[in-house]
């Protein structure tokens, strides 16, 4: 967890505060989301019970778009677009029978995509692929629900900008969960 | 002659030889695995007897070690099956278990999670008082689990084994009126256990569970069963023929107070209880022979000394 700038448990157990340091630790670690997280407090308190964390992710990594890792060149029997790297390669696809029709996109070989007939190529290597943000929120919630007790199923969450936060209890939550997620912020030393 | 639970590994060259010398000698074999070139036997044999075996095993790479655990059928309970619980901190419990050589299910409840809202159906209930321990598997809060255990134990009669993630004198105190084991320091938890302390948390855990049983089997000691279990798998399995062709890893699992024979109960429940034991005695005269709530299995419960006046 060195990574993470400020990392909290708070929790009126002792047990459960260490157990829920270890899990949270090993789920984030397993999730590869490590290095997303720039801060972190989850609090719980299974009296009441409720689990809330709260935090902030670091910068992202911006989208990621053709030229990043394909070439584009037009020639002419159509575009023919070389790829770089295989990762994307799924979501380019979509992006292009999407835009321009099955049809028009042919496939010959794994790292070869060409475009027919003679569509210009201005443009095609700004086209954005694919944005690393939206799953990585979603991800981040994902992980949530993991770490937060079992059974929790009454749950708010929010992400935006570079904040999240999640609220789970098994009763109805209370009216003020938003003070609560205020003064979880402000202990990290994140006002608003 | 008194019977004790142990493990034979060995290659699976003439691994028959030593099955024949378990069973003429009076042993019984109550689970056999074949992995690969090896072979693990879990059985019952005399305690006299099982240096010959040792010496017999030790040319065919045999090896023999007690397994307090063999002939036990326990119940893993955990709240949940969902990712939570799974695979860790169940399976390593079910799992480590298991290599003592009981049997070990995996109860799941559909409920049992969260604080209030936890809850045990009377499938689940049937189903764990099918065993002969439970293993509660609980969380890592003590105010849940002081709130939530007496709504999982309601109804449960076998003894009960509470692992949680509190300390063992945490769940001592409040749990009220108390179980027959407990270990702490085992709660909820999302990594493999792999590291020396983790593993002797699980050793704690077999730990107890043998204390329990073994204080179990004192209490049913006096007043014996009519019939070993294991000698009554023998019997079943010789009698009924149809249980050759079931495809379980253990088609009869012994219980330390009966058995499970996996065959449907209206078909074979009227088949086993006339099935001779002994002279002019049938099976349905030692044991109470019922349905059991694990699909649709049957279960056959030995009645003791006191009610048949027989032992055999």
């Known amino acids: 967890m060195e990574a993470v700038e400020y990392f909290e448990v708070e929790c009126p157990e002792e047990a459960g505060r260490e157990y829920y340091r270890r899990i949270t630790e090993v789920v984030l670690l397993d999730h590869n989301l490590l290095r997303v997280i720039q801060k972190l407090h989850i609090f719980i308190d299974p009296r009441v019970p409720i689990f809330v964390a709260t935090g902030l992710t670091r910068k992202l990594p911006s989208v990621v778009r053709v030229r990043d890792f394909a070439d584009v060149n037009a020639r002419e029997g159509g575009v023919t677009i070389s790829i770089g790297d295989e990762a994307y390669l799924a979501p380019l696809l979509r992006m292009l029978w999407g835009k321009y029709g099955k049809e028009h996109v042919n496939q010959p070989d794994r790292f070869t995509v060409i475009l027919t007939p003679g569509e210009g190529d201005e443009g095609i290597s700004d086209l954005p692929v694919y944005d690393p943000s939206e799953s990585i929120y979603k991800d981040l919630i994902y992980v949530l629900q993991v770490i937060q007790p079992e059974g929790f199923k009454v749950r708010k969450q929010y992400y935006g900008g570079n904040r999240f936060y999640l609220v789970a209890s098994e009763d109805t939550l209370p009216e003020d969960v938003e003070d609560l997620v205020r003064q979880k912020f402000a202990l990290m030393g994140v006002e608003g | ?312």
Not at chain 2, 12 to 24: A, C, G, K, S
Not at chain 2, 159 to 174: A, N, Q, S, W
Not at chain 2, 216 to 234: E, G, K, N
């Open chain 2, 1 to 312: 002659m008194t019977h004790v639970p142990v493990t034979y590994k060995g290659g699976i060259y003439r691994h028959d030889e030593i099955i024949d010398l378990i069973e003429d000698l009076g042993g019984y074999i109550i689970q056999k695995h074949v992995i690969a070139q090896e072979i693990v036997l879990q059985a019952l044999v005399p305690r006299e007897d099982i240096e010959l075996i040792r010496r017999i095993g030790k040319p065919l790479t045999g090896e023999i070690s007690p397994s307090p655990l063999v002939g036990a059928e326990i119940a893993v309970v955990t709240p949940s099956l969902e990712i939570h619980h799974l695979p860790h901190a169940s399976c390593d419990v079910a799992e480590y278990i298991r290599r003592f050589g009981a049997k070990t299910n995996m109860v799941g409840l559909a409920r049992g999670f969260g604080k209030r809202i936890a809850q045990l159906n009377d499938e689940e209930r049937d189903v764990i008082n099918e065993h002969d321990l439970a293993v509660y598997l609980l969380g890592d809060f003590e105010a849940c689990i002081e709130r939530k255990f007496p709504v999982l134990r309601r109804g449960i009669d076998v003894p009960i084994v509470l692992c949680g993630g509190p300390p063992t004198e945490t769940l001592k105190k409040i749990v009220d009126p108390p179980v027959d084991g407990y270990v702490g320091g085992v709660g909820r938890f999302m990594h493999r256990t792999k590291e020396s302390e983790e593993i002797d948390k699980l050793e704690e855990v077999v730990g107890e569970v043998t204390r329990v049983l073994d204080r179990h089997r004192d209490v049913l000691a006096r007043d014996p069963l009519s019939i070993s279990p294991a000698r009554l798998m023998d019997i079943v399995t010789e009698n009924v023929e149809e249980i050759q062709d079931v495809l379980s890893p253990t088609p009869i699992t012994v219980q330390m107070r009966g058995l499970r024979v996996k065959l449907p109960y209206d078909t074979f429940a009227p088949v086993i209880r006339k099935t001779v034991v002994d002279e002019g005695v049938t099976i349905g005269d030692l044991s109470t022979v019922l349905p059991s709530r694990m699909r649709d299995y049957i279960l056959v419960r030995i009645k003791p000394f006191s009610e048949t006046n027989l032992v055999i």
